[in-house]
Structure formats: C-alpha cells, structure tokens
C-alpha cells in the first residue's frame, strides 16, 4: 500500500528521506536495563526511509546497563533527576544532545521514556506520585529544533495506516524541503488518495506553511 500511493504521488525512492529514530526501537540494546525494545513496525519502515540512530542517554554519555532516570516537576521545571539518584540532574544534557541530530525529515520517539517519549513521559511531583504526562527533555529539543517535522512513536505505527500516514508526511516534508514552492503540486497529486492521506498531506503542507 505505502509503495503504490508513493508511486501515485511520483515520490520516488532513490534517496529515502533521513528519519531519526531512538535506537532501541529497532534492536540496538541500549537501555537502562540493558535490553531493547525492537519494534517489527519502525524496522519494515526502513523499505522507504533512511532510519538514523540516536540513543540521547547513551549519547549524554551513560553507561549500559544504567541507574533509571526520570522526569520530576520541582518548583514548576520539568528536570530529569535519577530515580536513585535525585542530585544528578541530566536536563540540560539530554535537552542540548538534539544538536547531534542532523537533517531529518521525521523522527520515530519511544513512548514514555523520560529523555525520548512525546507526550507520553510521566512527570512525578514531589512526593513521587505521578502528576501529569509530558515530552522527554531530548525530544522536546528534537522540537525545537526541527519544527514543523513528522513526529510520531511506537504505538502510533502499529496500524497500517498510522504508518502509511507517517510516511507520506515524510515524504512530503522532504519534497517540501528541498522545494518550499512545491505546496500546489503535491495538493493537486493528493487529490488521487483516499481522503484519509489527503488529509495527512494537508496538515503537513499547513504545518510548514505556519513555519515559513
Ligand atoms: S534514551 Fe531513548 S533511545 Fe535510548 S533507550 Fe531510552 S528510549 Fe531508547
């Protein structure tokens, strides 16, 4: 499905769009517990993206396996403070490793992790409970950084078309990338999709559009 609406909008696949994706989702052992958390549905991604890696906490320069770390909200901040720990904090570390990220076109994030989750990651108020949910400090510079980019997680690609609308917001962002004029065309080629993708297409040609 995803090959034959890319066809129909003449993207072709000679140079896939770079996406970033945390790197535990596509097998490498990286985490806090020294395991991953492969996801078949981020790796068959890889027929029609270039996925690129990032793991911010091992990157902030942790170790694996490692002490959990997680977000606190302590005097109305968000910080990322070690569970064990709460005197290391590793906020502005993880919020400044989006640097290392180069040109995306889209960025796959874990869900509920505290460096990578959108909107997903709990936040714990003083007495430990869990307050309110939030994005993790890496991808909220992942954000500021590349405004306007696809962004999803594991759990919005589990459907067909959550990932089919993932990749032809991809695609578009790239197309629009290297052409800001190419808006019009790709809403007329749009046209021929079901109105599910038109609208995905829509929303990411307006997103930019809102940036410029
Ligand atoms: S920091 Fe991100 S990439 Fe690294 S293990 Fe945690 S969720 Fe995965």
Redesign the pocket.
């Known amino acids: 499905m995803i090959t034959d609406l890319l066809a129909k909008l003449d993207f072709t696949r000679d140079a896939p769009p770079p996406v970033g994706v945390?790197?535990?989702l596509v097998g490498d052992a990286?985490?806090y517990d020294g395991d991953h958390?492969f996801q078949t549905a981020v790796a068959e991604l890889e027929e029609w993206l270039e996925l690129r890696r990032?793991?911010?906490?091992?990157g902030i320069g942790l170790p694996v396996p490692r002490p959990a770390i997680e977000i606190r909200n302590i005097d109305g901040e968000e910080r990322v403070r070690g569970v064990d720990e709460p005197d290391r904090d590793f906020t502005h570390a993880l919020h400044d490793y989006a640097r290392e990220v180069t040109t995306v076109d889209g960025y796959i994030f874990?869900a509920r992790?505290p460096?990578?989750g959108w909107d997903t990651a709990p936040v714990f108020d003083e007495t430990g409970a869990q307050a309110s949910t939030s994005s993790g400090l890496f991808n909220q510079g992942v954000q500021a950084r590349f405004p306007g980019i696809p962004f999803c997680d594991e759990e919005m690609l589990q459907s067909e078309a959550g990932r089919t609308d993932f990749v032809l917001r991809v695609y578009c962002h790239q197309a629009l990338r290297r052409n800001p004029d190419a808006a019009d065309a790709l809403r007329h080629q749009s046209k021929s999709l079901a109105p599910r993708y038109q609208d995905a297409m829509e929303e990411q040609i307006a997103s930019m559009a809102a940036r410029q």
């Open positions: 945390s790197a535990c990286v985490r958390k990032y793991c911010p906490e091992v874990k992790s460096s990578c």
